[in-house]
């Protein structure tokens, strides 16, 4: 069993010693897509951000918490993780990139599953629960900005994408204040060719979200120093109040599971999953 360690600034808790997850892997449009599973019961499929992990969730100690009473899916979208990561920006069009989570809960012969995600993940899963309604049971969106606004195609790409399409992660380390260790984990594990085609690709094919098309339960929440007033437009669009967490910025709103865990466990006990 391969298990990859996430972001030094996301282990902010004690894990057991024993990791309760199993890494597997399905295929989606010839490409490999790494997965953790874990736990029993009713799934919840864990979608992370641009440049992290599935096992991003496992080291802040979500998928432990999870796992006591539930079956956890972290995946590792293309690009990240463990899975492929191809230079090509096309196999970075939407939606494509969101069906490839799908073909993980195919392959976990899930039904239906909340769907939770960070930062692009929350996008991915928006994408989800739009194209695929049937599939997911609830919606859980963190740190996504506004999903119902489009990036038209042929949107010029960022400046950091660009920058490591070249191989180049100077750029996206100086936008984003990555801290040395943070720049450490990115030289072992990311590769830079791979997240520069996913930004390129996915501005230069374009991202719609119909978010009118969901139908599951959603449950929206953002720090307070991140974007709320972006985050508040998805949850117009979704039809429910947007859970602001005081005083957290973009990557607190992830590391955070002691205030965000209890939110988040309140959400779906109420709709019986």
Not at 21 to 34: C, D, F, N, P, Q
Not at 130 to 156: K, M, N
Not at 246 to 261: E, P, T, V
Request: zero cysteines; charged letters at 25%.
């Amino acid at each position: 069993m391969t298990l990859m360690r996430g972001y030094p600034r996301n282990r902010l808790t004690e894990r057991s010693g024993a990791d309760p997850v199993v890494t597997k892997t399905t295929l989606s449009r010839g490409y490999a897509i790494s997965f953790e599973d874990a736990g029993a019961g009713t799934a919840v499929v864990l979608i992370p951000g641009a440049t992290m992990s599935a096992a991003d969730w496992r080291d802040a100690g979500y998928v432990e918490r999870l796992a006591r009473s539930r079956r956890v899916l972290a995946v590792d979208p293309l690009g990240n993780g463990l899975s492929d990561k191809p230079h090509d920006p096309e196999a970075y069009a939407w939606p494509a990139v969101a069906a490839d989570v799908v073909a993980v809960i195919d392959a976990a012969r899930v039904e239906r599953a909340a769907v939770w995600g960070y930062s692009r993940g929350a996008t991915l899963a928006g994408a989800i629960a739009a194209d695929f309604p049937d599939r997911v049971a609830a919606l859980i969106l963190s740190g996504g900005g506004d999903l119902s606004h489009v990036i038209p195609q042929g949107t010029p790409p960022s400046a950091w994408s660009e920058a490591m399409y070249r191989g180049d992660f100077g750029p996206l380390w100086e936008t984003f204040s990555f801290s040395e260790a943070d720049r450490l984990y990115d030289t072992e594990f990311n590769d830079p060719r791979a997240l520069g085609a996913m930004g390129i690709g996915g501005r230069r094919f374009g991202i719609a979200i119909d978010l009118g098309r969901v139908t599951a339960p959603a449950f929206v929440y953002v720090g307070g120093n991140d974007e709320p007033d972006e985050e508040k437009k998805t949850a117009d669009a979704l039809g429910v109040d947007l859970h602001v967490v005081s005083d957290l910025d973009h990557l607190q709103g992830f590391s955070r599971i002691d205030l965000i865990m209890p939110l988040v466990l309140g959400f779906l006990e109420s709709l019986g999953l």
